[in-house]
């Protein structure tokens, strides 16, 4: 087993990130909400309350996250909420300054990012996307709602003016995108548990050059970084890294959350638990 020098001493959390990913010899980045969040781009209070005060009026939601997975009643409806959530999380959300200082950090190394978010947060900070695993889709691209076929679309100008033309929630029935094979109305191109999502030849081929480099490192001093992944996809992100970390003596889970979650027994001597405010923690050690 090899030594990470940065744990033989006590060091602030900030200092621990950038000394393990220093001495890595490659990293691989898993990302959840709480590194957008942390970011400022919440799904709760005034970001959601001010752009969906009327959709908040009907159905009482508490926030966004529970309004995206509501099973509207009619696809006018259901596309004036997705194309403003578009809009907002996607479209016209900014570059995130944690995003920004976790690439300078990282792209020193080889490394890969997975993702359970959908946002354009990669995008806006400048990543190589060639090297960024969107595992659960992105709002801003349209499937067969039947899953007819494996291909995703993308029309910015399409959703921009379902934006702009809804009235009292819903979007003019002829603004309604549908399936140029079969017909069937589309949706945005995000995994659920129920249908899970059309997985295309762009994203087969992406998940396939991330298994790859995993396995090109898989018994070098890899640092397995979790930023802000909860437990609600754990198989995506979590348990992957668990497994990783434990096939690899060699290899670091980090994970960066102000929650607690259970840790297995055989990799807590190789896990590092950085509880402190995840912007905060990425900024410092991207500035020391």
């Known amino acids: 087993m090899k030594v990470w020098k940065t744990l033989e001493q006590k060091h602030p959390e900030s200092e621990i990130l950038k000394g393990v990913l220093d001495e890595a010899d490659a990293v691989v980045v898993g990302i959840g909400a709480g590194m957008s969040a942390a970011d400022g781009f919440t799904y709760i209070g005034e970001r959601f309350n001010s752009n969906f005060p009327d959709f908040i009026e ?25 194309s403003r959530f578009i809009k907002l999380n996607y479209l016209d959300q900014p570059a995130g300054e944690a995003y920004i200082a976790l690439k300078e950090m990282i792209e020193k190394k080889p490394y890969y990012v997975i993702t359970t978010n959908a946002d354009n947060a990669f995008y806006a900070a400048g990543y190589n996307m060639d ?27 399409l959703i921009l003016e379902m934006v702009e033309k809804q009235v009292d929630m819903k979007i003019p029935s ?14 945005k191109n995000k995994r659920t ?94 500035n020391n």
């Open 58 to 82: 009907k159905y009482k939601w508490l926030d966004m996250l529970q309004a995206s997975l509501y099973k509207f009643s009619t696809w006018e409806e259901y596309w004036a909420f997705q």
């Open 174 to 187: 002829e603004l309604v995108p549908h399936c140029p094979e079969c017909g069937a109305p589309m949706e």
């Open 131 to 157: 090297k960024v695993l969107y595992y659960q889709g992105e709002y801003v691209r349209l499937q067969c709602s039947d899953f007819c076929h494996d291909k995703t679309y993308r029309d910015d100008d």
């Open 193 to 286: 548990a129920e249908k899970g999502m059309v997985e295309d030849d762009a994203f087969n081929a992406q998940k396939d050059d991330y298994n790859a480099f995993l396995k090109a490192y898989d018994s070098d001093k890899v640092v397995y970084l979790e930023i802000g992944v909860g437990h609600t996809t754990p198989q995506f992100i979590k348990h992957p890294f668990w497994r990783q970390t434990r096939q690899n003596e060699n290899a670091l889970f980090v994970t960066m959350n102000q929650k607690s979650y259970r840790i297995p027994e055989a990799i807590k001597p190789q896990t590092v638990f950085l509880t402190d405010d995840i912007k905060e923690t990425i900024l410092n050690a991207h």
